[in-house]
Structure formats: structure tokens, C-alpha cells
T-cell receptor, first 112, second 116 residues
Framework: GENVEQHPSTLSVQEGDSAVIKCTYSDSASNYFPWYKQELGKRPQLIIDIRSNVGEKKDQRIAVTLNKTAKHFSLHITETQPEDSAVYFCAASIGGNNRLAFGKGNQVVVIP | GAVVSQHPSRVICKSGTSVKIECRSLDFQATTMFWYRQFPKQSLMLMATSNEGSKATYEQGVEKDKFLINHASLTLSTLTVTSAHPEDSSFYIC????????????FGPGTRLTVL
């Protein structure tokens, strides 16, 4: 199958705390895993991505980890700020043309 | 870099009419473009993959005769919703990918279609 599952669906955190979103995928051939942030009515913005040849990648307050054996990858946001509030989508590449299958999204609310 | 534009941003049309949406990569050549639709509070659903100079590949359940896709150049793809009905009302978003950028997809700002 080509399913990408994302948990939890909503997440509320206090400002300054960390937020973690987890995704699982089913296609063992998937080799590219981006994370997108989407604010209401706006386009998805790529915030970080990881390829299957690495296990972890970090960019300032954002990090992504990948476990190929278990077929899951996670987004970690540290020192959350109110502007981190948005919907976050994970995705995994599928098929010979490397199109993306998206998770259902996670509404993150950072409480000031 | 990697800017994608989409036009129009909003369109309201009468049932039965056709609507064309343009997707342009402004600062790179997009060998592949993708068309998605997104319902409120839902995920991005891939409709079709568009490769420059060839026919689009549609996802299962997407009617190719209803959603016409043309990718005539390396910077432009168009989606035409033919004989639109109220159930076609949605947020349509395109993305573009360049070979030089590996797998990264960059999204357009989306088009809000409302069919009356």
C-alpha cells in the first residue's frame, strides 16, 4: 500500500515545550520524507526533509528522525513558539516517479 | 529561489462552466508538476502528475476527462476543471519539482474554487 499515517491529529503544547509528531509509512521503497507546515489558507511550506540514507537531520529548533526498519519518522520541534502553531504534514515518496503521499496532518497549537 | 505561482487565487463560477488554473515555476525549470486538491481541514490529495511534453498520470478515482492537465513548457502547467459542479469546489494546489533539486516539491499558493 501507499499509506502514510500521522499521529496525533491534534497537539497542544505550552510555549517553550517540545512537540513531537510521528508518522509511519508502508512502502519500503520510499526514500524521501519531507515535512510541510501549512497555515490556514496558505500553501504548504517545506520545513525539513530527510532521505533514507541518514537517520537524523537538524535545522535549528527543528529535527527529523527516520527509522527505516520500523518504517517511521518523526518531527521534533523544541522551544516552541506561538508562530509554530499550524498544521504539519508528513509525506513519503512513492512510486517510480517519486510522487508524495501525505499524512492526514497534525494541528499543533502552542499556548502562550 | 524555488518560487511557484498559481493563478487565479480565487475563482467563483456557475455550475456547468469550465475553469482553468495556471501553475508556474518562476525561477527554475519544472520537469514535473503535481496537482492536488484539499478540502477544509483535510490533507492534500494528489490528483495527477504532470510531466513536460507528455500526458499526465492520474491517480485512481480522478477523472482525466473532467480534470484536463497540460504541461506545455518547463515552467507552466494548467489544470482545467470542465463542466464544474458544486462538489468540485475545493482548494486546488500545484507543486513543482526540478531534477536538479532532487525530490523537493515546492507548492503554489493555491486556488480557491467555488462552484455555484
Amino acid at each position: 500500500g501507499e499509506n502514510v499515517e500521522q499521529h496525533p491529529s491534534t497537539l497542544s503544547v505550552q510555549e517553550g515545550d517540545s512537540a513531537v509528531i510521528k508518522c509511519t509509512y508502508s512502502d519500503s521503497a520510499s526514500n524521501y520524507f519531507p515535512w510541510y507546515k501549512q497555515e490556514l489558507g496558505k500553501r504548504p511550506q517545506l520545513i525539513i526533509d530527510i532521505r533514507s540514507n541518514v537517520g537524523e537531520k537538524k535545522d535549528q529548533r527543528i529535527a527529523v528522525t527516520l527509522n527505516k526498519t520500523a518504517k517511521h519518522f518523526s518531527l521534533h520541534i523544541t522551544e516552541t513558539q506561538p508562530e509554530d502553531s499550524a498544521v504539519y504534514f508528513c509525506a513519503a515518496s512513492i512510486g517510480g516517479n517519486n510522487r508524495l503521499a501525505f499524512g492526514k496532518g497534525n494541528q499543533v497549537v502552542v499556548i502562550p | 529561489g524555488a518560487v511557484v505561482s498559481q493563478h487565479p487565487s480565487r475563482v467563483i463560477c456557475k455550475s456547468g462552466t469550465s475553469v482553468k488554473i495556471e501553475c508556474r515555476s518562476l525561477d527554475f525549470q519544472a520537469t514535473t508538476m503535481f496537482w492536488y486538491r484539499q478540502f477544509p481541514k483535510q490533507s492534500l490529495m494528489l490528483m495527477a502528475t504532470s510531466n513536460e511534453g507528455s500526458k499526465a498520470t492520474y491517480e485512481q478515482g480522478v477523472e482525466k476527462d473532467k480534470f484536463l492537465i497540460n504541461h506545455a513548457s518547463l515552467t507552466l502547467s494548467t489544470l482545467t476543471v470542465t463542466s464544474a459542479h458544486p462538489e468540485d469546489s475545493s482548494f486546488y494546489i500545484c507543486s513543482a519539482r526540478a531534477t536538479s533539486l532532487l525530490n523537493e516539491q515546492f507548492f503554489g499558493p493555491g486556488t480557491r474554487l467555488t462552484v455555484l
